[in-house]
């Protein structure tokens, strides 16, 4: 459970987050039935009950719900690398799990590690090989902790981000939001789908 405080201790060190109640349905002995709506409260209170700056992206409190919508990029990032490891270590992190739920809140929190550390604002050759031990035991472990899914390109894909980290350094400086994002405005300018008839009113 080390590596989980680290990551965690990492994002709510800093003054401006603070957990306005610690921890969730804290580590008692007594878990719920680790069924999916006990793992959706776990993530709703955790979204609830825990502030954050200003600048943070928001995330839908009703994550998981068919009314929350598709959820962005930026929203996964949120909920990857702050809400979903608190509700899982609270519910799955104490000495009382089981060991298959215990498995599994290593294996995700491989993922969160991979995440945070690519998604770091700094890069570094170690900070690279460290997101690649990470993807790697992740990818590795896919078919062991969960049979009936299956490896798809984008697991493959993710070996090769450690090449960009290497050779372009921080992945703020080369990801693409700043192009989707001007794609969404372009899709949000009304238009009638004439294309050049604009321009003859005109002359």
């Not at 990029?73 to 270590?89: F, K, M, N, Q, R």
């Not at 472990?141 to 390109?153: D, E, K, Q, W």
Request: aromatic share 12%.
């Amino acid at each position: 459970m080390g590596k989980y405080v680290v990551i965690i201790s990492s994002l709510f060190v800093k003054p401006c987050r603070q957990r306005r109640e610690m921890p969730l349905s804290a580590v008692s002995g007594e878990h719920p039935s680790y069924g999916k709506k006990d793992v959706l409260k776990q993530i709703h209170d955790a979204i609830r009950e825990t502030t954050m700056p200003s600048w943070f992206g928001l995330v839908p409190r009703n994550f998981g719900d068919i009314s929350a919508g598709t959820i962005k990029a930026d929203e996964w990032h949120s909920l990857i690398t702050v809400y979903i490891p608190i509700a899982l270590i609270s519910l799955w992190g104490g000495p009382s799990s089981k060991a298959t739920l215990k498995s599994i809140l290593d294996h995700t929190m491989d993922l969160v590690s991979a995440v945070y550390v690519s998604c770091a604002r700094t890069m570094t050759l170690e900070h690279a090989t460290a997101y690649r031990s990470y993807i790697a035991s992740y990818v590795g472990s896919l078919r062991r902790i969960h049979p009936t899914s299956n490896v798809r390109p984008n697991h493959h894909a993710s070996f090769y981000v450690y090449n960009y980290l290497v050779l372009f350094g921080p992945v703020h400086s080369w990801w693409t939001f700043p192009f989707e994002r001007l794609i969404g405005i372009l899709q949000h300018l009304p238009t009638n789908h004439k294309f050049g008839e604009l321009n003859l009113v005109r002359n």
